[in-house]
């Protein structure tokens, strides 16, 4: 299992640690909203980031996997603001 978005095993951590599948974009973390089990990151350019419990599809990931790891979110525009609930998640996307 892995916690925190990060391929390490870490059930908590009292300091703050890269998550590393952030690297690989050329763009800047912007905005953060965080749920009961699932996490969600707007970038500068609007791109939607999520990932942990897929039940529901709560991640918009197109299934109901688990996702433990941060992965980007197919819409037809570009995320404003996210809500992350306890079975639900939820993006305002501006349509180009």
């Not at 763009?27 to 970038?43: H, K, L, N, P």
């Not at 350019?45 to 109901?64: D, K, P, Q, V």
Request: charged content about 20%; glycine content about 10%; some cysteine.
């Amino acid at each position: 299992m892995v916690f925190l978005g990060m391929v390490q095993k870490f059930p908590f951590s009292k300091s703050p640690r890269k998550i590393e599948e952030f690297s690989c974009i050329d763009e800047t973390a912007a905005r953060v909203f965080c749920g009961t089990d699932s996490t969600a990151v707007i970038t500068d350019s609007g791109t939607l980031y999520t990932w942990g419990r897929g039940s529901f599809g709560r991640l918009g990931l197109g299934s109901n996997q688990d996702q433990w790891i941060p992965k980007k979110v197919e819409l037809p525009g570009d995320v404003i603001y996210v809500s992350c609930g306890v079975d639900h998640m939820a993006a305002v996307v501006k349509c180009s």
